[in-house]
């Protein structure tokens, strides 16, 4: 992964609560990057370091990089009120596990809600200047017509390319739209009746998600042909304070507890310590300390033999199996 100051050369307001923008170098070319890989962008809030991750909208073929954000959480309404054309951003990347599958597989669904839809527009735009005939279905689901992000150059791409074809699901829509509601098994069945046949990619809301992939395989679709965005971690419920190990920051001096099924990053920030971090999934290295003491990896996507081996952990995806002590 590789750390890179880039400029942002474009600045678009997709909906009435998303932006893009577009990063280029200073010098040089960015390295290559697959379609649906996320990048970590860093800013200063308040006199502090924060770091958040995003999916790349843009296309690997695109010579600049493009992050696509809706103003939810701290980072991202932080980034709509201030990041203008011409200002400079520290950016690790790319990195994710979430992308297309080796050529000659079978040709994909993208399913998608929300700012979800934006490692999918990366993905149908790879595909088709790979091949302008690409079989592509691409469903995305939205509130309304005003929450539709890229609605207009998707479009655009579907006309010029007769394979790829797109629908839009609508929980508010006008009477003479086909699909209202929510996506139901009926409108996969419609819009992909040869879904069994097809690498299906899913990226959207945790609920959205959780609903999609049981409609999928209520349908009969073989896991090995769901693939869904990477961030987030199988949920561990903590257990009580009655039970707990003890977490030694070494250089604060501090020794607090730390919960069974309780991440590494969750126990330092409620000693009131802090620590980087972005994607808090396990994926992007953001978070990665050494440890002394007994652990369980949830995630080793950034992390080499030689890491592991020295105790290098990622905090977000990290829980104590005893006593431990990190040195920060």
Do not use: N
């Not at 997709?14 to 697959?34: F, I, K, M, N, Y």
């Not at 808090?280 to 080793?300: D, H, I, K, N």
């Amino acid at each position: 992964m590789t750390t890179l100051t880039l400029t942002v050369t474009a600045r678009i307001e997709e909906t009435h609560d998303v932006t893009s923008w577009r990063l280029a170098p200073q010098t040089g070319a960015l390295p290559p990057v697959l379609a649906g890989q996320c990048i970590t962008i860093h800013t200063d809030m308040d006199g502090a370091a924060h770091a958040r991750a995003y999916t790349l909208s843009s296309s690997p073929h695109d010579p600049f990089w493009q992050i696509t954000v809706k103003g939810v959480g701290r980072v991202s309404h932080h980034l709509r009120q201030t990041l203008r054309v011409g200002d400079s951003l520290t950016v690790d990347g790319p990195f994710g596990e979430f992308h297309l599958t080796a050529e000659g597989a079978m040709p994909p669904l993208l399913l998608s809600a929300g700012s979800g839809i934006t490692p999918m527009w990366a993905m149908a735009q790879d595909l088709l200047a790979r091949d302008p005939a690409a079989d592509i279905r691409f469903i995305h689901s939205a509130r309304s017509p005003q929450d539709l992000i890229f609605a207009e150059p998707l479009q655009a791409l579907a006309e010029a390319h007769p394979g790829l074809r797109v629908a839009h699901v609508l929980e508010q829509a006008p009477a003479t739209h086909p699909w209202q509601g929510r996506l139901d098994a009926a409108m996969l069945r419609e819009l992909a009746p040869d879904l069994l046949t097809r690498e299906v990619y899913l990226c959207g809301p945790a609920p959205y998600m959780a609903a999609v992939v049981t409609l999928l395989r209520e349908l009969g679709l073989p896991d090995a042909q769901l693939h869904q965005e990477s961030f987030g971690l199988p949920e561990t419920a903590p257990a009580s304070a009655e039970e707990h190990f003890w977490l030694t920051l070494a250089k604060q001096g501090k020794r607090v507890k730390i919960l069974p099924g309780q991440t590494l990053l969750a126990a330092v920030e409620a000693a009131g310590a802090s620590m980087p971090f972005a994607c808090r999934a396990g994926v992007c290295g953001a978070c990665r300390c050494t440890v002394e003491g007994e652990v369980e990896r949830q995630s080793v996507v950034t992390l080499s033999a030689a890491d592991i081996e020295a105790g290098v952990v990622l905090a977000c995806a990290c829980l104590a199996k005893g006593d431990i002590e990190i040195g920060i």
